[in-house]
């Protein structure tokens, strides 16, 4: 498909982060969170409400959005996973045949990580490379004289939902990175139709943003988690370890706070961003001409229920934020409730471009262009989010109302009523179980079922075409220690560039100098 002519006229930019959870904005009811960029966005768009992940993890959900298939088709179904051979169309290809310069700026998590998927380039700045000259933000960092330091994202393996300060200053930050490359990326590209993904690793733990967002939140001003010391025995015994993770099950409310108010600082820092962007856009000329989609790949439990990272069918891990704004398309200032999904936005943005998805099977979502100011042209009922694959698999129906889920390590179920509970406290069908829940609940196995058997993994049903039950005994309910992974760039550095990096001891007492939430001795340093 030879780009002959660009078939729609309208730019797209897409602005994704990492691990936001959909209440962290001012226009999202939040009153302490400073995000006037966003809220800016929301005001001249349109706010997705009820947006989910179909998958709570990173490298799964953004191969979902830019394949707009489910992962049982393009085999991400966690991180880290086998990497088969590319074998359906991305929208970057797409768009770059008929003519729009596609380009990624920050994190994209593609396995190997230059394979460009489409993109005709790639500015990347990942949490974890293989090598230095690998990534373009390493290299600015050599340039601009950082190339001494270890843990450029936060330190991870001993610190990773500790509090720590980033030793990279806001200037050259790496959230403020992602945004001047974008401004550049506008400014050279402005008398040309394109699609840019820029994506911000913030705010994925480590939770370091630099001063003076460091500073910003005062920790006592932060709620503690929601139910955060939850009875063990009402949380699914597959996550039952994730109580403790990183030793955070044994954290005071002053750290817990202090975790918040960085998390927090590391938005604020994200959005000034985005404001710069959005006036950037106003300079150019191009606002009124380019679809700007804000989203994340997923949220994060931040200590509610107990539970920290993804990877959860609860709200506060597959509920995203999500902004739209086309003034010729989306209603400005409106508050949209369709079950909406990252799913959607392939089908959304081919049509704006006015490009037919040529693959198969079908995608599975729909435009968001589908009536007057935004929306779905027919709502949906309910949404199944997913993950993982055999026994690490759950699957959640998801409605305005009811939420089910099911548990294949074990055969957990929950049936959660989110308008009598939004805050997912009471699982209906622990105790004695009343005939109309159970009746609910069966109901919505039978939906999900089907839904596994049309879109899912073939082993999931036993011989008799029930949901299986592996019986894996649950999650070690103990101290976790911590992250385990290291900058493997380091390594891989000729003789004499490592022989001037900063230490692992300097790198650690660097990153939390300033911190009085937790001791050096409390570190689990065999870890």
């Keep these: 498909m030879p780009a002959e002519k660009v078939a729609g006229t309208s730019n797209i930019l897409f602005m994704m982060v990492d691990q936001m959870r959909a209440d962290y904005m001012g226009c999202a009811g939040n009153p302490w969170i400073q995000t006037p960029g966003l809220d800016r966005l929301a005001a001249e768009g349109t706010r997705f409400s009820q947006c989910v992940t179909p998958v ?13 298939l489910r992962c049982a088709t393009h085999s991400r179904f966690a991180n880290n996973v086998p990497n088969p051979d590319p074998l359906h169309y991305t929208l ?19 396995r190997p990580v230059r394979r460009h998927h489409g993109f005709h380039r790639m500015e990347l700045m990942e949490e974890i490379p293989d090598y230095q000259q690998d990534d373009e933000y390493l290299m600015y ?41 974008t401004i550049d990326f506008l400014r050279y590209n402005r008398d040309k139709p394109f699609f840019c993904w820029s994506s911000w690793i913030a705010p994925h733990p480590p939770w370091n943003p630099p001063e003076p ?10 709620p503690l988690p929601i139910n955060y010391d939850r009875d063990i025995e009402t949380i699914p015994p597959q996550k ?30 994200i959005d000034k961003g985005i404001g710069r962007i959005l006036r950037a856009l106003d300079e150019l000329g191009l606002a009124e ?19 920290w990272q993804k990877n959860s069918p609860f709200e506060a891990s597959v509920r995203v934020p999500m902004l739209a704004r086309l003034p010729s398309r989306f209603a400005a200032g409106a508050v949209n409730e369709d079950l909406v999904s990252l799913l959607d936005l392939m089908p959304t943005m081919l049509e704006l471009a006015e490009v037919d998805y040529p693959g198969q099977p079908a995608l599975l979502g729909t435009s968001l262009l589908g009536c007057e100011g935004g929306g779905l042209a027919q709502k949906r009922e309910d949404y199944v989010v997913e993950i993982g694959h055999g026994a690490s698999r759950w699957l959640s129906l998801r409605g305005h109302r009811w939420k089910y889920n099911y ?38 196995k039978a939906k999900l079922t089907a839904w596994e058997v049309a879109h899912g993994f073939e082993d999931s049903l036993d011989e008799n075409g029930v949901l299986r039950n592996f ?38 007492l660097n990153a939390i100098r300033k911190e009085d939430t937790f001791m050096l001795e409390e570190i689990n340093l065999k870890a």
């Excluded at 039952?240 to 604020?268: C, H, T």
């Design 213 to 222: 967002f460091a500073s910003m939140y005062e920790s006592e001003d932060m």
């Design 407 to 444: 548990w294949m390590a074990d055969g957990w179920e929950e049936l959660l009523d989110l308008d009598n509970d939004p805050q997912e406290l009471n699982n209906l069908l622990l105790g004695k179980v009343n005939a109309e829940d159970s009746r609910r609940a069966d109901a919505m």
């Design 141 to 181: 960092l050599k340039a601009k004289g950082y190339g001494h330091k270890r843990e450029v994202h936060g330190v991870r393996n001993l610190l990773y939902h500790l509090p720590q300060v980033s030793v990279i200053p806001e200037e050259h930050h790496g959230s403020t990175w992602v945004a001047d490359r």
């Design 240 to 269: 039952r370890g994730m109580v403790n993770f990183a030793d955070m099950g044994y954290a005071p409310s002053e750290r817990l706070q202090r975790v918040k108010a960085l998390y927090s600082g590391n938005i604020s820092l």
């Design 92 to 110: 970057m290809q797409l768009l770059g045949f008929v003519g729009y310069r596609t380009q990624a700026i920050g994190k994209m998590h593609f």
């Design 289 to 307: 001409n380019t679809l700007v989609v804000f989203a994340s790949d997923h949220g994060e439990m931040l200590g509610d229920h107990g539970q």
């Design 471 to 508: 019986g894996r005994p649950p999650t070690d309910h103990t101290k976790m220690g911590t992250n385990g992974q290291f900058p493997r760039w380091v390594a891989r550095l000729p003789d004499d560039e490592r022989a001037v990096m900063e230490s692992r001891g300097e790198t650690v």
């Design 56 to 68: 709570p993890v990173c490298m799964a959900a953004r191969h979902s959005f830019m394949t707009g």
